[in-house]
């Protein structure tokens, strides 16, 4: 996965059109998640779109710590674009981290509330609680 900080440089030197293109190919680029893990259970509340989020099982990082690795989904282009940005800036870092980390902070620089609709954005706080709370039950 990309990293957040190249997407970012990316994006912000696009104009809107390239931002919404971006977004798409970003979704395009998560890993696979297979239908029968797309559950009411792993369904993001809020979303206007549907969006699954599921933690797999966390690696091992080299100090011992569990590192954090989601599979996800939606049924709309652009959200899953929107669900990937969360992925960059949580994907394979430590529990530790994430669950002290200010992820929307992160994703500030994208502007994503000016740049899309107030519908494509306003489950991300829900995904990014949800990461958040599965990486400070594994830290703890």
């Known amino acids: 996965m990309t990293s957040l900080d190249d997407i970012r440089d990316e994006y912000?030197?696009?104009?809107?059109?390239?931002?919404?293109?971006?977004?798409?190919?970003?979704?395009?680029?998560?890993?696979?998640?297979?239908?029968?893990?797309?559950?009411?259970?792993?369904?993001?509340?809020?979303?206007s779109a549907s969006v699954w989020v599921y933690p797999t099982q966390a690696a091992k990082s080299a100090d011992g710590s569990d590192e954090?690795?989601?599979?996800?989904?939606?049924?709309?282009?652009?959200?899953k674009g929107i669900v990937a940005l969360v992925l960059a800036a949580v994907q394979d870092k430590p529990a530790a981290e994430v669950a002290g980390m200010?992820?929307?902070?992160?994703?500030?620089?994208?502007?994503?509330?000016?740049?899309?609709?107030s519908n494509r954005t306003q489950g991300l706080p829900n995904m990014i609680a949800?990461?958040?709370?599965?990486?400070?039950?594994?830290a703890a």
């Not at 929307?104 to 994208?110: G, K, Q, R, S």
């Open 130 to 138: 949800l990461v958040q709370s599965h990486a400070a039950r594994l």
């Open 12 to 47: 912000l030197f696009l104009d809107a059109d390239d931002r919404y293109r971006l977004l798409i190919d970003l979704g395009r680029s998560l890993e696979s998640m297979p239908d029968a893990l797309k559950t009411d259970a792993t369904l993001v509340r809020g979303c």
């Open 68 to 79: 954090l690795h989601f599979l996800a989904d939606s049924n709309a282009a652009i959200t």
């Open 102 to 117: 200010d992820v929307a902070d992160a994703l500030a620089p994208f502007d994503l509330k000016n740049q899309l609709s």
